[in-house]
């Protein structure tokens, strides 16, 4: 379903929405009548025939007409009239009793390159009443009537304006690009910032040749940039998009999917109009469909509004909001069914609005990269902070095999063995070198096989039996010894439960099974006064053994956050089950 | 002498108490073993001992519970512990010795040896005395004593911030275990000597020292001029 409603959305970028009104006055025309000119007209109507006299040549059904007599006064013939028109209006035609003044080239000539709007003078040979005919085109540019010199003025100010705005387009843009790029050479590994800084650098770029399309006769600059800016701002709009939806975690696979299909039509619809045409004719439509789905996006957005509120995509949802006000202004506008100020149709103030969501697309960026440089000090800190907890366990582990509590207790007992039973005593010595070998081979390691594992637990079961005077054995269930496992984690419950198992004189029989592949259950007797608590599961909090944290970390570094650890007495023993997967 | 020697390890136990009756022969009249915290502890509320050799690390719970206990009472206690970090925490709750393991026979017999020597220790690092208040037990820093007063087979704490305290220990076994500014100058008074403002001789060979808040206590014959030495110097 999303990449149908995607495919639609891309349609809608590219088709024409508008259909032509019925009827027309003059303001639906975009005529705007200038003062000084008006002084001079004592009469004012509009003509409801479509048909002008003679009709025009190039007719075409369903484009207006619109013919009026302007009556001068005495006098009138000293005015310097004239009409103010967008050199690529392609649609207007203007006579003057039955005379076409403009255009001046002949249908089906180049073209003037530049859009710059011309002043075409307004011929007032003398006192009487002219008739004028205006023929509507369809990209609807306002026709501006007045004396001479107020339309040199207002085209000097048009041009300064023009300038002003696209210079100021193209500097927001490059300042976006140079930001970015900046970002990406100071954290070469977040290439989002490159990918930015080539977008808006595009954006410079096209606002460049929207500059020289405006004011030049360049044929590269007139004839690609339509098209050009059209597919560009399309992909833009879509990559916005992408963006955002990115920002609440929606499926994504639905755009990309309606983006190729879009992308295939447009490139076929290409193929069969040539772009002017195509651009001219759907340029609205594109802006309606941006419309559309960046209100759609927007009411997703405000439903997930708690999930957006959390990170940064409130600052997408305001550029969204900016960019859909500003865009619905211009449309109404363009349209006629709203007066905005600012709306010339040569600099649209969409491409504002544009700027202010590259803006928020900008900002959430840094936002994230920022946030994504906290998450990324804080997890370093945490494999710090488990890696040297990893090793100090590891120390602290060897520490106790080899300093006061098990060297010298294991030595005090040998001196016992050697004034008690001096013919067993070598063998005590004997069989605490081989654990300290052993040890000492498997500590550093990450894994160890379960016979080295096993063979580990059975030298320490031999020593506790010299010590503890008690008859230890290890009972293996499925274990094949080929089986690897992280070193040391059975021999510490082992030690776990000879300290807190029987004490004397007894037969101590402890018990691994293995359930499964990397499924274990350990089992050992316990003694005299040993707690009877209930199953633990892991990540309990209580206080616990050195052990206990030695197992858990072990676990999590092996197999971080892929392991359990249940253990807990029942039925007179004290049971640990565990498990992990291997990634 | 009555010991009680408590060890987890039978081994060890069994030598420790083997070691004992070789070295005091005769003079060991009642030897008693344990092996876990709760057995000594009632074999202690029952049949208070002269010594206690304790192991700090029984079963994986901490002798240090029991150590606060032991030397709130009326006993000496030697600690026989591989964990040779607890040393120093162990002295200043006022053992008489700290054994680490492994040790021989001569260690052991050296340390058996204080409890019947009536010199003391001249490096004692005890800071707290315990004393047993009900069914808690009190630690008192010996930086606030003024003076121990003996009572029998007690003795009584006076000291600068709380009401005067009985403590199990007779006045000659804390003395053993007192740090050397704790002078004995009375038979019947131990006194910190960093309160002592003056010493004063009255008629009759009657000696006294004062202390800073004004307080005199009675200084034996013969111990005046050893006093009076250590204080002029």
């Known amino acids: 379903m999303a990449s149908i409603r995607y495919f639609l959305f891309g349609m809608a970028l590219l088709s024409h929405p508008f259909g032509y009104a019925a009827d027309h006055s003059l303001a639906d025309l975009g005529i705007d009548l200038a003062v000084p000119l008006e002084a001079h007209a004592v009469a004012w109507w509009i003509d409801s025939g479509w048909q002008t006299d003679p009709p025009p040549a190039t007719g075409e059904a369903g484009v207006p007409h619109l013919r009026f007599v302007l009556s001068t006064s005495p006098g009138a013939s000293d005015i310097q009239a004239g ?4 050199p690529l209006d392609e649609g207007l035609t203007l006579y003057v009793d039955e005379v076409r003044i403009w255009p001046r080239h002949v249908r089906g000539d180049k073209l003037p390159g530049h859009r710059l709007p011309e002043v075409v003078p307004f011929p007032l040979r003398q006192e009487g009443s002219w008739v004028r005919v205006i023929r509507d085109g369809p990209s609807r540019e306002k026709v501006r009537f007045g004396a001479l010199s107020d339309l040199f003025g207002e085209r000097a100010r048009l041009s300064h304006w023009a300038t002003v705005h696209q210079m100021g387009l193209t500097g927001m843009f490059l300042s976006f690009c140079f930001l970015h790029l900046a970002m990406f050479l100071f954290q070469p590994a977040a290439r989002f910032h490159l990918h930015f800084s080539l977008f808006t650098g595009c954006c410079a770029a096209l606002c460049c040749l929207r500059f020289q399309h405006y004011f030049t006769d360049d044929p590269l600059a007139n004839h690609l940039l ?5 597919f560009f701002l399309w992909g833009s709009v879509m990559a916005i998009l992408a963006f955002a939806q990115a920002s609440v975690e929606a499926e994504r696979r639905g755009l990309w999917i309606g983006c190729c299909l879009t992308g295939a039509t447009a490139v076929a619809l290409l193929a069969l109009w040539p772009a002017e045409i195509w651009v001219q004719r759907w340029g609205q439509g594109f802006l309606l469909g941006c419309m559309l789905e960046l209100g759609r996006c927007g009411v997703e957005m405000a439903r997930r509004r708690h999930q957006i509120l959390a990170g940064s995509g ?32 040569a600099f649209p103030t969409v491409l504002y609005g544009f700027v202010g969501l590259v803006l928020a697309v900008s900002i959430s960026l840094a936002r994230s990269a920022a946030r994504a440089q906290a998450d990324l000090s804080t997890h370093a800190g945490h494999i710090d902070r488990l890696t040297s907890s990893v090793e100090r366990l590891q120390l602290e582990l060897q520490k106790k095999q080899i300093q006061p509590h098990y060297l010298m207790n294991s030595l005090t007992a040998s001196m016992a063995w050697f004034e008690t039973h001096p013919e067993e005593a070598p063998d005590f010595i004997e069989a605490l070198a081989e654990e300290f070998s052993l040890f000492r081979r498997m500590c550093a390691k990450s894994s160890v096989k379960m016979e080295d594992e096993l ?10 039996a010299f010590r503890r005077k008690n008859r230890y054995r290890l009972d293996c269930e499925g274990i094949s010894g080929e089986e690897s496992v992280p070193p040391t984690l059975f021999h510490t419950l082992i030690e776990n439960g000879i300290t807190h198992g029987p004490n004397q004189d007894r037969e101590v029989v402890f018990r691994l099974c293995k359930i499964a592949k990397n499924h274990y259950r350990f089992s050992a007797p316990l003694g005299e006064g040993s707690p009877g608590e209930a199953p633990t599961e892991s990540g309990d909090t209580r206080s616990e053994g050195l052990g206990l944290q030695y197992i858990k970390t072990r676990l999590e570094e092996c197999y971080p956050g892929n392991w359990s650890l249940i253990s807990g007495p029942s039925s007179g023993r004290w049971h640990t089950e565990l498990s992990w997967c291997e990634a | 002498m009555h010991i009680l020697v408590v060890e987890d390890e039978p081994v060890i136990r069994e030598r420790n108490a083997r070691l004992c009756k070789d070295i005091l022969g005769d003079d060991l009249t009642r030897m008693h073993t344990a092996e876990s915290l709760p057995e000594a502890q009632q074999w202690l509320e029952r049949h208070p001992p002269d010594l206690l050799l304790l192991d700090l690390d029984l079963a994986g719970k901490d002798g240090f519970a029991l150590l606060k206990q032991a030397v709130a009472g009326a006993f000496h206690t030697i600690i026989i512990s591989a964990n040779t970090q607890f040393a120093l925490q162990a002295f200043e709750f006022g053992v008489l010795d700290f054994i680490a393991k492994p040790f021989g026979k001569k260690r052991l017999e050296a340390a058996l040896s204080r409890v019947s020597d009536r010199r003391r220790s001249v490096c004692s690092h005890t800071k707290y005395l315990a004393v047993k208040q009900g069914s808690r037990l009190a630690l008192v820093s010996l930086d606030t004593i003024r003076y121990i007063q003996g009572a029998g087979p007690y003795s009584e704490l006076y000291s600068s911030d709380a009401a005067p305290m009985l403590h199990d220990k007779s006045l000659e076994r804390l003395e053993k275990v007192l740090p050397p500014n704790f002078e004995r100058i009375h038979k019947s008074y131990i006194v910190n000597m960093n309160v002592v403002e003056s010493l004063i001789s009255g008629r009759g060979s009657r000696y006294a020292a004062v202390l800073r808040n004004g307080e005199r206590l009675p200084i034996g ?13």
């Not at chain 1, 009409?83 to 967008?86: G, R």
């Open chain 1, 83 to 86: 009409v103010l028109v967008d």
């Open chain 1, 455 to 464: 063979a580990l637990c059975r030298r320490h079961l031999r020593i506790m």
């Open chain 1, 226 to 230: 339509p098209g050009l800016q059209y």
């Open chain 1, 314 to 345: 409130w600052i997408l949802c305001l550029g969204l909001t900016l960019f859909l006000a500003v865009g619905a202004c211009d449309i109404l506008a363009e349209i006629g069914l709203f007066a905005w100020p600012w709306h010339f149709a």
């Open chain 2, 221 to 233: 014959r013969t111990r005046y001029k050893q006093l009076k030495q250590r204080f002029d110097g």
